[in-house]
C-alpha cells in the first residue's frame, strides 16, 4: 500500500521541522471528495493516535469507525432525526456558556460569518442553515466517519487528554495526505448512535471526525482564519 507522506506547503514562512508544517497545514474541511480511504490506512492512524498523552494513562477514548453501509445507516438515522427534531436536540454537554460573552463571542461571530459567507449562506436565510447543518450529519461527503466516546463517570479534566487524542489523530492523518474535521456537534446525536451502534448509557458521545480527501475548489474549504500570536495568549515570566 503507498500512502502519500508529504503535502505540497508554501515554502514562504516554511519550517525546517516536519511536524510544525503539518500542525500549520491542518485544516478543519467541509466537504469531502469520494475517493476511498482503506481501513488499514484509518487503524494505522489510531495506532499512531494512541500515543497522545493522557493523565497516568487513563487513555479515555473510545471509538467507532463508519464507513460503507454502517456509514450510510448512521447518516440517514441521524440527518431524519436532525430534520424531525432540529430544534429539540441537546448535547450530552455544553459546548459554550449561554450566553457566549466576550471575547469569545466576537470571535465566534466572525467565523460565523467567514463560513456563511464561504457557503453562501445569509445568517438570515434560516432554511439553508439548518441544510448546511444536516451536512454535518453526512460527514460531510467524507468517506470514513469516527465517532467518540468516553466513560460518563469521569470529571471534566479528562477532556484534556481527549483534545490530546483528537489532535494526534488529525496529525497522524494529515502526514498521511488526508484531511479531517472535528466535529462536536454529534454529541447531539447521542441517542440515535447510541441505538445504531450499540453505545452504552454508561459512555457519552464526545464528538465525531471526518477522514478523507478534502474538495478544495469549496470555498469553505478555503477560509483564511486569524490564529492569535503567543503576544496574545502567552506570559513570559523571567523573575
Not at 500549520?24 to 471528495?33: H, L, M, P, S, V
Not at 459546548?95 to 459567507?117: A, C, I, N, W, Y
Not at 444536516?134 to 484534556?160: E, H, N, W, Y
Not at 483528537?166 to 488526508?178: E, H, N, Y
Request: proline residues 6%; aromatic residues 10%; glycine residues 6%.
Amino acid at each position: 500500500m503507498t500512502l502519500e507522506l508529504q503535502r505540497h506547503v508554501q515554502k514562504d514562512d516554511e519550517s525546517p521541522f516536519y511536524i510544525d508544517e503539518l500542525i500549520k497545514c491542518r485544516r478543519a474541511k467541509r466537504g469531502f471528495t469520494d475517493k476511498s480511504v482503506p481501513t488499514e490506512v484509518v487503524k494505522d492512524i489510531l495506532s499512531i493516535a494512541r500515543f497522545a498523552p493522557s493523565s497516568s494513562n487513563t487513555q479515555p477514548w473510545k471509538c467507532y469507525v463508519l464507513t460503507g453501509k454502517a456509514r450510510e445507516r448512521v447518516v440517514a438515522a441521524a440527518v431524519k432525526n436532525f430534520n424531525d427534531n432540529h430544534d429539540k436536540l441537546t448535547p450530552e454537554y455544553p459546548f459554550f456558556p449561554e450566553p457566549l460573552h466576550e471575547p469569545h463571542l466576537s470571535v465566534f461571530t466572525k467565523f460565523r460569518g467567514q463560513l456563511g459567507d464561504a457557503q453562501g449562506v445569509e445568517r438570515s436565510d434560516k432554511e439553508s442553515r439548518r441544510r448546511d447543518v444536516a451536512r454535518q450529519f453526512m460527514f460531510f461527503g467524507a468517506p470514513v466517519g469516527l465517532i467518540f466516546t468516553m466513560d460518563r463517570k469521569l470529571v471534566p479534566a479528562s477532556f484534556i487528554c481527549y483534545g490530546a487524542f483528537l489532535q494526534t489523530v488529525m496529525l497522524a492523518a494529515q502526514g498521511r495526505g488526508l484531511d479531517t474535521l472535528p466535529q462536536q456537534i454529534w454529541s447531539l446525536q447521542y441517542q440515535v448512535l447510541r441505538k445504531e451502534l450499540g453505545i452504552p448509557e454508561s459512555d457519552m458521545v464526545v464528538c465525531g471526525m471526518c477522514i478523507g480527501y478534502a474538495d478544495n475548489g469549496l470555498p469553505e474549504n478555503n477560509i483564511a482564519l486569524d490564529k492569535f500570536g503567543p503576544e496574545k495568549f502567552a506570559t513570559f515570566l523571567d523573575v
